[in-house]
DNA sequence: CGCAAAGTTCAAAAAATATTGAACAAAATG
DNA sequence: CATTTTGTTCAATATTTTTTGAACTTTGCG
């Protein structure tokens, strides 16, 4: 198979970008693209899942590279920031010594890993830091503590329905 | 009261930045540029909310622009975002003409803020988008629908359970 | 009205972030 | 083991985002 010409319908004409994207592919990048950003990440990543999600067939890196036109440095941190959320999976295959990715297709399992991995240190540093804040307000005046003894114990608050509402968030993405 | 010299604890000296904010200011400003920045907000934004946070009193644009030194543009700006999430309330003052500003302390109401008017307007255009594509794939090959269409599916999917958990994580926001 | 204080806007500068590509490393092939 | 294929790393570059500040608008006051 030297190259999917002709297997699939329409082609977008785009001279230099979206190299052989169908019209389906391109507007499933392009969603994604916008989700990735919504999210804080970049837009190769968004495109590289975008393009995986529209795929039937895992796809190697060297395809990702030829069909968005990125380079090779983007596409192997794109691709291994999506590992390491588990948004995506790596697939062997007999006879062919490159890793091909697909991707997961279960909420759960995606808002999982995105916990997990990104948002879970990040929250664990914050905690973490509201330790030292303690410290820092024992010293302050009597006056000026019992303010800040209260924000800061909001904070706490608001860190505890956090924890509440993750597990329950969890259950209701079985599927 | 002309400056709130001497009133607070110790000062961290800084001859530049952070004029005049104690160490308590300090973290707590910190502490909400880092939980700005997971959100992807700007830097000037988790300050702004920070300094509000730790504060007792309601305080003015040009006070925050004194403590925190930024510009009159970034502190406009800034307060204008976070007035639009309702992560902040104005304060009225008899016999000042300047607007005071007081942070919301209520996770629910920061939460729905956040929710009603930054995240749902987004949400609301990938759905669009969405619909678009069902034109689209239907006109493809009926090989390819088929995935397509199951893919699409996939993302519907995702979309009602959240449409599901977000009533239900507000009712846990109680406040 | 005329003035001054408060606040907004936006083009230009600065800072932060993402992308590229060439050099490098690892691993299979023959 | 030399060679080729696959994938990573990272300094340089390009792009995007944020910040600044000066010009401008709005508002309250005498």
Redesign the interface.
């Known amino acids: 198979m030297t190259q999917s010409a002709g297997k699939?319908?329409?082609r977008v004409r785009n001279g230099d970008s979206h190299r052989g994207l169908?019209?389906?592919e391109v507007?499933?990048v392009?969603?994604f693209v916008?989700?990735a950003d919504?999210?804080?990440m970049p837009k190769s990543v968004g495109e590289i899942y975008g393009l995986l999600?529209?795929s039937?067939e895992p796809l190697a890196m060297d395809e990702i590279i030829a069909k968005l036109g990125l380079s090779k440095g983007s596409a192997s941190q794109g691709l291994r920031f999506l590992r390491s959320c588990q948004a995506i999976r790596t697939v062997y295959r007999v006879g062919d010594r490159r890793d091909f990715y697909e991707p997961e297709?279960g909420?759960r399992n995606l808002a999982a890993g995105l916990l997990k991995e990104k948002?879970g240190p990040?929250l664990a540093?914050?905690a973490q830091?509201?330790a030292?804040?303690e410290e820092?307000?024992a010293?302050?005046?009597p006056n000026?503590r019992k303010?800040?003894e209260n924000?800061i114990g909001?904070?706490r608050?608001?860190q505890r329905?956090g924890q509440?509402?993750i597990p329950?968030?969890l259950k209701?993405?079985k599927?």
Chains 1, 2 share one sequence.
């Open positions: 699939n319908g329409k169908s019209q389906v507007a499933l392009e969603f916008s989700l919504m999210a804080g999600f529209s039937e297709l909420l948002i990040r540093e914050g830091k509201l030292q804040l820092v307000i010293r302050e005046s000026l303010v800040h924000r909001r904070i608050s608001w329905t509440k509402i329950f968030a209701f993405l599927g």
